[in-house]
């Protein structure tokens, strides 16, 4: 369902089998060193969603090779194999050219966590942005490249969706107003939702 220019919602994209493979990772890339961290803005803020980087580490709001404002380690490698589930994702959607992923964030919400309307201009590429979601559903806040504010279109996202952001939508505001306690499948042993990203760092 594309839900604007360049952006393309797949319901169910991953079967339940690929999801339990990838939180398992998404699990053992949480562990430290350069594990899950709680992330702090320079205005004092809290993200409330805890994150884990792999290739490139995301701080506000720029990119580093070691968790610079966490552990200090090196940050954990990003796999082969998720760059060709991201540019399999891309052909199924978008299509053009094959992007080179390199950056992965991986974003865990309790039932609690929210993400505030904003634009991810921190990457110097402007190959679209893979978006996978697991366990709990949310609701994901889709804008516009002018404003933070309306309008915006309210899409949820549930375990297994795909979302790609490419071309006009690629600067977009966006954001988590909200996820669904307890809504994730029974079956995939997750309390919460996950949420990995791919991009190109263009570094
Ligand atoms: C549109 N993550 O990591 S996913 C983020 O659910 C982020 O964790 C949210 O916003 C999450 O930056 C939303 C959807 C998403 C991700 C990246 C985008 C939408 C995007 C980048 C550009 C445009
Ligand atoms: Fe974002």
Not at 47 to 54: K, N
Not at 60 to 78: H, L
Not at 134 to 140: E, K, P, Q, R, S
Not at 195 to 203: A, D, E, F, Q
Request: hydrophobic share 35%; glycine share 12%; net charge neutral.
């Amino acid at each position: 369902t594309q839900v604007a220019p360049g952006a393309v919602h797949v319901p169910d994209w991953l079967d339940t089998e690929h999801q339990s493979e990838l939180l398992e990772a998404c699990r053992a890339w949480a562990r430290p060193p350069a594990g899950l961290r709680t992330v702090r803005t320079p205005g004092g803020g809290t993200m409330t969603a805890r994150q884990v980087c792999l290739g490139w580490h995301w701080h506000p709001y720029a990119y580093a090779r070691t968790v610079v404002d966490g552990d200090g380690a090196p940050v954990k490698p990003f796999p082969d194999w998720l760059g060709e589930l991201g540019r399999r994702a891309v052909r199924d959607t978008l299509g053009g050219p094959a992007p080179a992923y390199d950056i992965a964030l991986v974003n865990f919400y309790d039932a609690d966590a929210r993400m505030g309307m904003h634009r991810d201009s921190d990457e110097k590429s402007d190959a679209p942005v893979v978006s996978l979601s697991l366990g709990d559903t949310c609701v994901f806040r889709f804008g516009n490249p002018e404003t933070r504010t309306r309008p915006y279109t309210d899409v949820e996202l549930r375990s297994g969706d795909l979302f790609v952001f490419g071309g006009p939508s690629r600067l977009a505001y966006h954001g988590v107003p909200r996820v669904h306690g307890g809504t994730a499948p029974p079956g995939l042993g997750l309390t919460g939702r996950l949420n990995i990203t791919l991009r190109v760092s263009g570094l």
